[in-house]
């Protein structure tokens, strides 16, 4: 579900790669079954089964960052936590917490597919 909060953080975006995050924002609730979407960190964040699981990190003017979690908090079951991440596009930063960084609008245009399948992977993990 689209979030008209959402809308007017993107929509008053100077970021150069905005316009990336909207077509991956499209895909990700087109294509992530139960997905919704809020506002979080001055950030899209988006939601599945009531927990933070992706935020867009578009703070910095040189780079889009996706922040792939599960929840705001550590979780106790971290130790347990497995994610297959075939193409290599994910960066750990933590047992269960991994990110996916451009610095190039085509990149991120090219990357949107694979990140849809990442997350629907990983609200399911």
Not at 19 to 43: F, I, M, N, Q, Y
Request: hydrophobic share 45%; glycine share 8%.
């Amino acid at each position: 579900m689209r979030d008209p909060a959402v809308d007017r953080l993107l929509a008053d975006s100077t970021h150069p790669m905005t316009a990336g995050v909207r077509r991956l924002r499209s895909a990700v609730l087109d294509g992530v079954e139960g997905l919704t979407e809020h506002v979080k960190w001055r950030s899209p964040s988006f939601v599945h089964g009531g927990t933070d699981r992706m935020t867009v990190n578009m703070t910095r003017p040189d780079r889009v960052v996706v922040v792939l979690h599960r929840g705001a908090r550590v979780r106790v079951d971290r130790a347990e936590f497995s994610f297959a991440d075939p193409g290599g596009l994910l960066e750990w930063r933590g047992a269960d917490r991994a990110v996916i960084t451009w610095t190039d609008a085509q990149a991120l245009d090219d990357a949107v597919p694979d990140v849809v399948d990442l997350l629907g992977r990983w609200v399911r993990a």
